[in-house]
C-alpha cells in the first residue's frame, strides 16, 4: 500500500520569508510524486510533478520540490513566499503499477502581507 | 473549455436518503476518480475507474457506489449505508492509467440534515 505523510498542517509566514514543506511517501517500488494546490474558492490543480530524471522539479509560480529516492521525500520549496502564496497544498504520491493516487492530509499555508 | 463538471455545487439531504452527485468530463480522459475531501484528512479516495464499465473500490468505498456506462461519465450514489455522509466530494480525471497528473472538478458539498 502507498501512503503519504506532510509533517506540517498549518504554516505562517510572512511575505518574503522563505518555504519548506515536508512530504514523506511509502510505497514499495517506483512512485510518481505531486504537489497539488487549492487556492481559496479555486478547484485543486497540479504544483509540479516528478516522474524521472532530474529530481529538482521546477513548478508554476517559482515553486520548486526534490525528490531524495533515499529519504523517501519529496518537499516543496520557495525562496521567497507571496501574500497569492495563501493555499492549501498536498502531497500526493502514486506507485507507477497502482492506478490511483494517495494524498497527504494537506498543509495549509498562510502568508501574511 | 475542456474540463470536469460536477453537479450539484451544493446539496442537502435528510438522513436515509439516497443521493447520486454527477461528474462529466469532457477531456477525453480514460480513467476517473472520486476522492472525499475533510478538514485535516487530506482527500480519500472512494472509488476508480479506469475504463469504461470497470470500476474499482478506493479506500473508504463503504456506503458509496458508482456506475461508469460511458467514458466522459462517473456518477457518485451516497447511500444511506454511509455513516457520515457529509463532506466534500471531488472528481477527478487523467488522461490513462498510468499517467499520473490528476484534473479536478469544483466539487460538490454535501450536508446531511
Known amino acids: 500500500a502507498q501512503s503519504v505523510s506532510q509533517h506540517n498542517h498549518h504554516v505562517i509566514l510572512s511575505e518574503a520569508a522563505s518555504l519548506e514543506l515536508g512530504c514523506n511517501y511509502s510505497y514499495g517500488g517506483t512512485v510518481n510524486l505531486f504537489w497539488y494546490v487549492q487556492y481559496p474558492g479555486q478547484h485543486l490543480q497540479l504544483l509540479l510533478k516528478?516522474?524521472?530524471?532530474?529530481?529538482l522539479v521546477k513548478g508554476i509560480k517559482g515553486f520548486e520540490a526534490e525528490f531524495i529516492k533515499s529519504k523517501f521525500s519529496f518537499n516543496l520549496r520557495k525562496p521567497s513566499v507571496q501574500w497569492s502564496d495563501t493555499a492549501e497544498y498536498f502531497c500526493a504520491v502514486r506507485g507507477t503499477n497502482a492506478g490511483k493516487s494517495t494524498f497527504g492530509d494537506g498543509t495549509t499555508l498562510t502568508v501574511k502581507p | 473549455d475542456g474540463g470536469i463538471t460536477q453537479s450539484p455545487k451544493y446539496l442537502f439531504r435528510k438522513e436515509g436518503q439516497n443521493v447520486t452527485l454527477s461528474c462529466e468530463q469532457n477531456l477525453n480522459h480514460d480513467a476517473m476518480y472520486w476522492y472525499r475531501q475533510d478538514p485535516g484528512q487530506g482527500l480519500r479516495l472512494i472509488y476508480y475507474?479506469?475504463?469504461?464499465?470497470?470500476?474499482q473500490k478506493g479506500d473508504i468505498a463503504e456506503g458509496y457506489s458508482v456506475s461508469r456506462e460511458k467514458k466522459e461519465s462517473f456518477p457518485l450514489t451516497v447511500t444511506s449505508a454511509q455513516k457520515n455522509p457529509t463532506a466534500f466530494y471531488l472528481c477527478?480525471?487523467?488522461?490513462?492509467?498510468?499517467?499520473?497528473?490528476?484534473?479536478f472538478g469544483e466539487g460538490s458539498r454535501l450536508t446531511v440534515l
Open positions: 477527478a480525471s487523467s488522461q490513462g492509467r498510468n499517467t499520473g497528473e490528476l484534473f
Open positions: 516528478y516522474f524521472s530524471g532530474d529530481p
Open positions: 475507474s479506469q475504463i469504461v464499465n470497470d470500476f
